[in-house]
C-alpha cells in the first residue's frame, strides 16, 4: 500500500479458480474488506511471527473488532470491521471443510470418498469425500455478508453481524444475550467461547456425538484428512483420535488450543460453553481470559463528530 490505507484491501486473482461452485476469472479484485492501516506492513488484526524457523500469519480479535478510518488511516479499536469478508477468505482456504460446523454441512450426509479410517466401531471405513465436503463448506462460507461470522459450531449456516467491542455496561454479551454468566457479567465466558472453541475445531470431538450426531472419529478424521499442513494430514487406515495425539502440539488436554477441563467436560456450562477454559500453563487460571474482558471495558467510542454551523 507504499504507506496508504484502505478499509477493503483488493486482491487481483492470477489463474481461473472454482470455489464452492463458482468460478472466479483471473484478473478478479477481490474485496478481502480487510483493512491496512496508514503505515502499516499487515492488514488490522493479522500478526505475523517466527515459529521452529518458519514464519507464521495469524488473525488477531481485531480482524473483526477493529477498523481503520477511511478518512484518516488510524486505528478504531472496538469498532466493527463491517465488511471484512470472513466467508469469502475462509472458502478460499484449502482446508475449509475443517470448519463444517460453523455451516449447514452435515459431513455424514456427503457419499464417500477414497480415504479410509477406522471408525468409532473399530471397523476400516471410508470418510465423507474431500472434494465434495469441501465444495459444500465452500458454497455455505460463499453466502455469508461481508462484516459477518458464524460463531455457533450448530450445523446451522446462520451467520451474525460482528458487533462493537464497546462492552462496558453492556451485558448480557452475544446478540441472543448467551453470554450471560461469569466473571464481568459475562464478558470473559464469551471471550473463552471465542479461544476455546470457535478458534479449534478439535475442542469439540469430545462432545461431537451428542451434539451433531457424529462420532468422534469421523469428526476428526473429516477435520485432518485434507489438512492443509502436511504434519496434520491423517494417513490412510488410521484411527483419528490417535493420530491426533501423535500430532496435539498440546497433549495432556483436549483440542489443539491450551485449556484446562472443568469438572463436566465434555458437558458444556452456561459459564464455559464448551466445558473448557483457554488458559495458558504458567498462568493463574483465567488471567489472560479476565485480562482481555478488563481490556475490552476500556474501549469507547471515538467523541461524536457532529459539527455545528451557523445559519446565515
Ligand atoms: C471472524 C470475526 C471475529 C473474530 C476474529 C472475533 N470475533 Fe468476537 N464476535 C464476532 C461475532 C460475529 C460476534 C457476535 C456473535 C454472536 O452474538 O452470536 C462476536 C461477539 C463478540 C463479543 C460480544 C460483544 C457484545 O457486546 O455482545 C465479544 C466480547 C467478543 N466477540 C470478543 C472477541 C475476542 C476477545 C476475540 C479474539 C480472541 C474475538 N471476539 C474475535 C466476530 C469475531
Excluded at 86 to 92: E, P, S
Excluded at 154 to 169: I, K, R, W
Excluded at 201 to 206: I, N, R
Excluded at 228 to 257: V, W
Aim: charged share 15%; proline share 7%.
Amino acid at each position: 500500500m507504499r504507506g496508504q490505507h484502505t478499509t477493503n484491501l483488493q486482491i487481483p486473482l492470477d489463474e481461473d479458480v472454482k470455489i464452492g461452485g463458482r468460478t472466479f476469472k483471473a484478473g478478479t479484485l477481490l474485496n478481502t474488506g480487510l483493512d491496512v492501516p496508514a503505515h502499516s506492513l499487515l492488514p488490522l488484526g493479522m500478526r505475523a511471527s517466527i515459529a521452529k524457523g518458519k514464519a507464521q500469519v495469524g488473525i488477531t480479535c481485531a480482524l473483526c473488532h477493529a477498523t481503520v478510518d477511511s478518512k484518516n488511516g488510524r486505528v478504531l479499536e472496538g469498532a466493527p470491521n463491517n465488511d471484512v469478508n470472513t466467508g469469502l477468505l475462509l472458502a478460499f482456504a484449502t482446508n475449509s471443510a475443517a470448519l463444517f460446523r460453523q455451516t449447514g454441512v452435515n459431513p455424514t450426509k456427503i457419499h464417500s470418498g477414497e480415504h479410509t479410517y477406522i471408525n468409532a466401531k473399530g471397523r476400516e471405513a471410508r470418510l465423507p469425500d474431500a472434494k465434495a465436503l469441501e465444495d459444500a463448506v465452500d458454497a455455505d462460507l460463499l453466502t455469508w455478508p461481508p462484516g459477518s461470522f458464524d460463531s455457533t459450531g450448530s450445523l446451522q449456516n446462520n451467520p451474525s453481524q460482528n458487533p462493537s467491542s464497546y462492552t462496558y455496561d453492556a451485558w448480557p454479551y452475544g446478540w441472543s444475550g448467551f453470554s450471560s454468566v461469569g466473571w464481568f457479567h459475562g464478558l470473559t465466558t464469551l471471550n473463552n467461547n471465542v479461544h476455546a472453541t470457535n478458534s479449534d475445531p478439535t475442542t469439540g470431538a469430545d462432545s461431537s456425538l451428542a451434539l451433531l450426531g457424529i462420532d468422534k472419529e469421523t469428526y476428526l478424521g473429516v477435520i485432518f484428512q485434507n489438512a492443509a499442513d502436511k504434519r496434520f494430514r491423517l494417513p490412510n487406515g488410521a484411527i483419528p483420535s490417535e493420530f491426533f495425539e501423535k500430532i496435539d502440539p498440546t497433549p495432556g488436554e483436549p483440542g489443539m488450543n491450551r485449556t484446562i477441563k472443568m469438572p463436566g467436560y465434555p458437558r458444556g456450562s452456561m459459564f464455559m460453553l464448551d466445558g473448557l477454559m483457554a488458559s495458558t500453563p504458567g498462568m493463574a487460571v483465567a488471567e489472560q481470559l479476565n485480562g482481555m474482558s478488563a481490556w475490552q471495558n476500556t474501549l469507547a467510542p471515538p467523541p461524536n463528530q457532529t459539527q455545528y454551523f451557523a445559519s446565515d
